[in-house]
């Protein structure tokens, strides 16, 4: 099956600094997923994005789906940025979504 | 909407208990799936339905039974409880498949956290 890495595994930032999660997959995909698990375990859908660019406030997302990898940005990050960020993908020729293991990001005050 | 909901929210169980995860969507999204997330790893499937009467197997099956009578509700049920079953489990829908984003973006319930002693 299709394999999902995403970098760094945790990442400490200060409040207002900008960091950048990959996501590198190792098959053709027709649906990439960005979520945010909070503090509480609520997955929360951030980004659907298959390929092309989206922004949605502080947030962005990048796929580059030729070159399989997915690129979140979070710029002046805050505390409540909290929480593991997941990325996953179904490959295109499957019907199962697959999941990456996470980033741990602490934002701290 | 309510989405997908869950209930239990939390369920301590005893080995060799069996009982029932109950999940609903009142989105009329074809597909539904079921994961679980252990401490530190990412969700993996359990099992997965494609629409009414339509079930298949994912990642990590064995244990666990489902069953989709309805479009709105797919249970997961835990024949023989095992401590190796202690984790939280999160049911998603999804409208289908197809081209767009609505049909491709999957939503998640709030979690079930089972314990199994």
């Known amino acids: 099956g299709i394999q999902v890495e995403q970098s760094p595994p945790d990442l400490i930032l200060q409040e207002g600094a900008n960091s950048t999660l990959r996501c590198n997959f190792s098959?053709?995909?027709?649906?990439l997923q960005w979520f945010h698990q909070n503090p509480w375990g609520q997955l929360i859908n951030l980004f659907y994005?298959?390929?092309g660019t989206k922004q949605n406030g502080r947030l962005s997302a990048t796929t580059v789906a030729t070159e399989r990898y997915s690129l979140l940005y979070i710029s002046s990050s805050q505390t409540t940025d909290s929480g593991v960020y997941f990325c996953?993908?179904?490959?295109?020729?499957?019907?199962?979504?697959?999941f990456g293991e996470g980033t741990q990001l602490t934002v701290n005050p | 909407n309510a989405g997908v909901t869950q209930t239990p929210k939390f369920q301590v169980l005893k080995t060799g208990q069996s009982m029932t995860l109950q999940c609903a969507q009142d989105m009329n999204h074809e597909y539904m799936s079921w994961y679980r997330q252990d401490p530190g790893m990412g969700l993996r499937l359990i099992h997965y339905?494609?629409?009414?009467?339509?079930?298949d197997q994912g990642e990590v099956p064995n244990g666990y039974n489902v069953s989709r009578s309805t479009t709105e509700d797919f249970p997961l049920r835990l024949l023989s409880a095992a401590p190796s079953q202690t984790s939280v489990y999160f049911c998603?829908?999804?409208?289908?498949?197809?081209?767009?984003?609505?049909?491709?973006?999957?939503?998640f319930g709030p979690g079930t956290r089972l314990t199994v002693l």
């Open positions: 098959d053709s995909v027709n649906n």
């Open positions: 996953a993908v179904k490959e295109t020729s499957g019907s199962r979504l697959t």
């Open positions: 994005i298959p390929s």
């Open positions: 339905s494609v629409g009414a009467g339509i079930t």
């Open positions: 998603a829908s999804q409208r289908g498949q197809g081209l767009t984003v609505s049909y491709n973006e999957q939503f």
